[in-house]
């Protein structure tokens, strides 16, 4: 993807459209910076090694893609996302009778909040943060519950070559504290003793696209490693009001049975609740990842 920066903020120039056609998925892009409807599979099923590998290549080339219509139980759920990897466990979040690997996500007319209503990368604060994330959401409000992504990589060729050189081999500190301590009271789940705190790179190399992209979010990252606090706190500002910027994301509006699958190393998202009181419910199956590089 090439940038353009001019004096009015970033601006970029979208990825070409010149890829090789797929042959057994289609693939509609929302955007041209990120996200595609997958459309021609059914996630139920045990899936051939040609439409896998498909799958693959949107996903690396879409950072989210999108599935319709997909009646998926809680095995075929979590044996989808045992295709891409062994499944992540949530140091926190409420999970389904029986299978640790399978979080609740659910709103409803007595919830005090909703899962992920600030921009984040799920889990970053582990010290392997999970590399995919795999929502599946069966019931949906009238209106509203969308979903935001943003497309880090294209945050990261937005920014100008002084600010990438000021960014090259910081570190920022990821805590789950905050974001957690409390936060499932009221679904029945005890506090930890602690949750996972992790330093990472700012700026990360996707293990998968050989790409850098910018790794810090308003949700877990809590300051930046080596520089005093004003100035770490000054720089995050900046970092996370250019990476909000509508340019770089997509909306996902949800119908029922809905899949969406992410890529937690590279995109970044944000649920809207701006459907009480009505329920928005689901599950998320969690594919675990590699240390940030
Ligand atoms: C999450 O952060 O996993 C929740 C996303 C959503 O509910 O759309």
């Given amino acids: 993807m090439n940038t353009l920066r001019g ?9 070409s459209d010149d890829s090789a056609p797929y042959e057994t998925i289609s693939v ?16 139920s099923q045990p899936l051939g090694n040609a439409t896998f590998s498909e799958i693959q290549r949107a996903f690396a080339e879409n950072l989210v893609i999108f599935f319709r219509d997909q009646e998926l139980t809680a095995e075929q759920h979590l044996a989808f996302g045992r295709r891409f990897g ?13 299978h640790r690997e399978l979080m609740v996500i659910r709103a409803d007319a007595n919830s005090p909040r909703a899962n992920g ?23 949906c409000p009238p209106k509203g519950g969308d979903t935001l992504f943003a497309n880090m990589y ?27 301590r ?12 602690s949750y996972p705190r992790a330093e990472h790179p700012v700026v990360r190399t996707h293990p998968v696209t050989g790409k850098k992209c910018l790794y810090i979010n308003r949700g877990f990252t809590r300051r930046l490693g080596g520089v005093p606090g004003d100035e770490s706190a000054g720089v995050l500002r900046y970092l996370f009001e250019h ?9 996902f509006r949800w119908s029922e049975n809905a899949v969406a699958f992410w890529d937690n190393r590279c995109a970044q998202h944000r649920a809207v609740w701006d459907y009480w009181p009505h329920t928005r419910a689901g599950h998320r199956v969690t594919v675990a990842g590699d240390r940030p590089v």
């Fill in 7 to 15: 004096n009015g903020g970033p601006r970029i120039r979208h990825t």
């Fill in 86 to 98: 062994s499944l992540h466990i949530h140091p926190a979040a409420p999970h389904a009778p029986g």
């Fill in 243 to 251: 990476m909000e910027n509508p340019l770089f994301q997509c909306r």
């Fill in 117 to 139: 209503e600030g921009w984040h990368s799920d889990v970053s604060c582990d010290a392997e943060p999970p590399m995919g994330s795999i929502l599946h959401i069966q019931t």
């Fill in 28 to 43: 509609d892009k929302l955007t041209p910076i990120i996200g595609a409807e997958i459309s021609g599979v059914d996630l």
């Fill in 182 to 193: 409390g936060t499932y009271a009221n679904l029945g789940v005890a506090d930890k003793t």
């Fill in 154 to 180: 294209a945050a990261y060729d937005a920014l100008s070559d002084r600010m990438k050189t000021y960014l090259d081999g910081v570190t920022a500190l990821h805590d789950g504290e905050e974001v957690y």
